[in-house]
Nanobody, 122 residues
Framework: VQLQAFGGGLVQAGGSLRLSCAAS????????MGWFRQAPGMGREFVAG????????YYADSVKGRFTISRDNAKNTVWLQMNSLKPEDTAGYYC????????????????WGQGTLVTVSS
């Protein structure tokens, strides 16, 4: 499967963005999916994950209550709705696919899309 993330941009603090991750090559329904982010000079960190059918979602504490991950397997797409954005959310955001049931560890994700940059101004 190939993944492509898009939807990043520049937004003011308190604003919202919706990231999309489109898949091609194979159906997404065989993978659990995750979003990760990497700020300049920092390591990559888990943001949100969703199981194959979408019945379970899980989030990093830093985004819980502000971000929502969802998926539509018929459209082969995963989204990350980001509300109440903060300057510390500024990072490159990456979607990834995993054969694990659910994981917040990047080591369990074997397919990655290119990043889309989110910049939140104060």
């Amino acid at each position: 499967v190939q993944l492509q993330a898009f939807g990043g941009g520049l937004v003011q603090a308190g604003g919202s963005l919706r990231l999309s991750c489109a898949a091609s090559g194979r159906t997404l329904s065989t993978y659990s999916m995750g979003w990760f982010r990497q700020a300049p000079g920092m390591g990559r960190e888990f943001v949100a994950g969703i199981t194959r059918t979408g019945e379970t979602t899980y989030y990093a504490d830093s985004v819980k209550g502000r971000f929502t991950i969802s998926r539509d397997n018929a459209k082969n797409t995963v989204w990350l709705q980001m509300n109440s954005l903060k300057p510390e959310d500024t990072a490159g955001y990456y979607c990834a696919a995993s054969r694990a049931f659910a994981s917040s560890s990047e080591r369990d994700y074997d397919t990655w899309g290119q990043g889309t940059l989110v910049t939140v101004s104060s």
